[in-house]
């Protein structure tokens, strides 16, 4: 069974010139701002358009801490984010 690992570890992966995650957020921005179409369709994608930049200035794992943040996403063997104090 053949694998293919990137010829760098710590880069993302890259589609066109997004990452996995800005690639993600693009096609299903793009989805929906089709699905609802209009003013508010384009809303969606000028709103990409400003998240975007701001997200790439960010560090990498921003977007999975920033879920476990606001509860969407629990961490295994990591405090909840209402947690003010953790023992080991």
Request: no cysteine; glycine share 8%; aromatic share 18%.
């Amino acid at each position: 069974m053949d694998e293919r690992l990137p010829q760098f570890l710590h880069r993302p992966v890259q589609i066109l010139w997004f990452d996995s995650q800005e690639f993600i957020m693009v096609m299903s921005t793009i989805f929906v701002a089709v699905i609802v179409g209009g003013i508010i369709g384009w809303a969606f994608i000028g709103a990409l358009l400003l998240f975007i930049p701001w997200k790439r200035s960010k560090p990498r794992g921003f977007i999975q801490h920033l879920a476990w943040r606001w509860g969407l996403v629990r961490f295994p063997h990591y405090p909840g984010p209402t947690q003010t104090r953790f023992f080991e």
